[in-house]
């Protein structure tokens, strides 16, 4: 437990999934740090075999000497190779690890931050395949090569005091270089990237709402807005380039330099007695070794200012959310839904949208959600089938608190067409399935023909398994509208919620809705619908009057259109009985 909170402590979070990827990545750390010691060693092979090479071979001429030294530097070489190689197929599949620890929670909580109006997009599985795309990159292999560069350095320093002078000094300046350059790079970065992200956001909505932008000549405008945030990130991304860029060149040109300074000390030595030729050499080339790390670090600064931001964002932003535990198994519902007491205010909101809504249904029961614009008839739908948060009280379905639900199980027993019908790329066919690998054909069929579409699939090119493109762009209002009420009805939900369904069918898709709701509720579902036309509240038994979120009527059907509207009451009534003649 004391470990658990020093690493929570240390890496400034509790999540219990988090800490597991970072005491796997701890292990991994120090296993790659064995690996780099041993890498690093046999790093002074080289230097080592030229030294034996001028000082030992050149003076005896001894042909058994130089096979000898040259067998065990190939075989030397050969194991460094495979170390290093071990080293990066470790992290590689380090990286691979985290990514998948997180990305089933990264990917339910950015769904999670969508649904309650947070912003983020996919910025947080961006982030998490960048911290993937970063361990596995050579950039954090010179972070384990870095540690050895004053290993290095004390062995220049033990050959002659003056070439480890001149390469401390050489080590001290190449700091200083990647210091400067992490001060002068890092609002650049951090302002290219938040425009970035901008920039994108705002094409895909551009995209999204193609159509609406060309009817409304709005193309020149979103294309200037989206051409000036791309321009401001491009030029702030060309000054950190060019910041990067002019300080690795500075930083490579340097080091070169400095082994020839290296070379120059070590001939100075050499004339003066103090050392051998071959010492020279090998001082120049353990020193080069010292210095590359940094170098490297310098040039992958960009990278590493990139996935330290990913990280941090990544971290908050999984922090922000509970993350859900395990839920008990629960029986199979009937179809009793309870709302009690419940207030809801979305996130943005100054005040709640819905305020102390108490009501509740028996199973096979049919509920109207009526009332004026921005009553809040929406969010009751989606605070029922447990997408909306309340801020206080509960909805209950068979008596069970849908926070005690798991989603993915309590999401088979309730069908929802929302305001905006969202489609997925993929078939007819998956749409219907919600993409379950498991459906079966006639369950498939079975919930287009509950709702009605099972013919105007087949019209489709393809019948069910037409492509209907990203988000049903190849369909139109109605037809969308349509399969998403067939999505609804697919595995025979106990609960179905329809949320102004028929705002965009004709005449026979009204007829199809409202068969469909019939077929509901024989078979025993409780439905509730959010309706603006009369013709919609038909067949229910029940109706709830909202207005500025708050209940102002809830009961029988003809008993609530008579208190809300006494002098219409007669009219609607002879409108919801016409609906229900002219469908049977």
Request: no cysteine; glycine share 10%.
């Given at each position: 437990m004391l470990k658990r909170d020093k690493i929570a402590s240390a890496m400034g979070t509790t999540s219990p999934l988090l800490l597991d990827a970072f005491r796997a990545a701890r292990r991994t750390a120090i296993e790659a740090a064995i690996f780099s010691l041993f890498v690093n060693l046999l790093m002074l092979t080289g230097p080592l075999y030229m030294l034996q090479i001028y000082d030992r071979v050149m003076?005896?001429?001894?042909?058994e000497t130089l096979f000898v030294i040259t067998v065990l530097v190939v075989i030397l070489f050969a194991g460094m190779a495979a170390l290093d190689f071990a080293r990066?197929?470790?992290?590689?599949?380090s990286a691979a690890a985290f990514e998948e620890k997180l990305k089933h929670l990264t990917f339910d909580l950015t769904l999670?931050?969508?649904?309650?109006?947070l912003n983020v997009a996919d910025q947080p599985l961006r982030d998490l395949r960048q911290i993937r795309q970063f361990v596995a990159s050579p950039a954090l292999v010179a972070v384990f090569d870095a540690p050895w560069a004053p290993i290095f350095l004390g062995v220049v320093f033990m050959m002659h005091w003056l070439l480890g002078l001149v390469a401390l000094i050489g080590l001290i300046l190449l700091g200083v270089l990647a210091f400067i350059n992490e001060r002068m790079s890092r609002h650049a970065n951090t302002s290219a990237m938040s425009l970035t992200s901008e920039a994108d956001k705002h094409a895909a909505a551009s995209i999204r709402n193609a159509a609406a932008a060309d009817a409304m000549g709005m193309r020149k405008t979103l294309r200037d807005r989206w051409t000036k945030l791309s321009d401001e990130a491009n030029n702030h991304l060309l000054s950190s380039t060019d910041t990067i860029g002019g300080l690795t060149a500075a930083s490579k040109a340097f080091r070169l330099f400095l082994q020839s300074a290296i070379l120059g000390t070590g001939a100075f030595v050499a004339i003066r007695g103090e050392a051998t030729p071959g010492v020279m050499i090998a001082a120049s080339i353990i020193a080069g070794r010292a210095l590359a790390p940094i170098e490297i670090v310098t040039s992958q600064w960009k990278n590493f200012a990139l996935s330290t931001a990913a990280f941090r964002r990544l971290t908050k932003f999984i922090e922000h959310f509970p993350v859900r535990s395990e839920r008990t198994a629960l029986p199979a519902p009937k179809g009793v839904v309870s709302v009690e007491r419940i207030f809801c205010q979305p996130a943005g909101a100054k005040h709640p949208i819905l305020k102390n809504i108490n009501f509740s249904l028996a199973a096979g029961e049919a509920l109207g959600l009526i009332g004026p614009s921005a009553a809040g008839k929406s969010t009751l739908a989606r605070a029922i089938v447990g997408v909306e948060p309340c801020a206080s009280g509960a909805v209950r379905l068979d008596g069970a608190n849908l926070s005690h639900w798991d989603m993915d199980a309590l999401g088979k027993y309730i069908g929802y067409l929302p305001q905006e019908v969202e489609l997925f790329a993929g078939t007819a066919a998956q749409n219907i399935a919600r993409f379950r690998d498991d459906a079966k054909s006639e369950e498939i069929i079975a919930a287009a023909e509950a709702a009605g579409a099972h013919q105007m699939i087949l019209g489709f090119p393809e019948g069910y398994d037409t492509d209907i493109g990203e988000r049903g762009a190849r369909l139109s209002a109605g037809q969308r509208q349509r399969l998403g009420l067939a999505r609804a009805?697919?595995?025979?939900?106990?609960?179905?919620?329809?949320?102004e369904p028929n705002a965009n069918l004709d005449a026979e898709g009204e007829a199809a809705l409202a068969n469909a709701m019939k077929g509901a509720k024989a078979r025993g579902a409780t439905v509730i619908i959010v309706a603006h036309r009369p013709s919609a509240i038909a067949f229910v038994d029940k109706l709830l009057f909202l207005v500025g979120g708050e209940v102002r009527a809830f009961g029988p059907r003809d008993e609530v259109l008579a208190q809300i509207a006494p002098k219409q009451a007669p009219v609607l009534r002879r409108v919801v009985s016409d609906g229900e003649a002219a469908n049977g």
């Open positions: 003076s005896s001429h001894s042909y990066g197929a470790l992290l590689a599949r999670d931050a969508s649904r309650v109006g009805l697919f595995g025979d939900p106990v609960l179905v919620v329809l949320d």
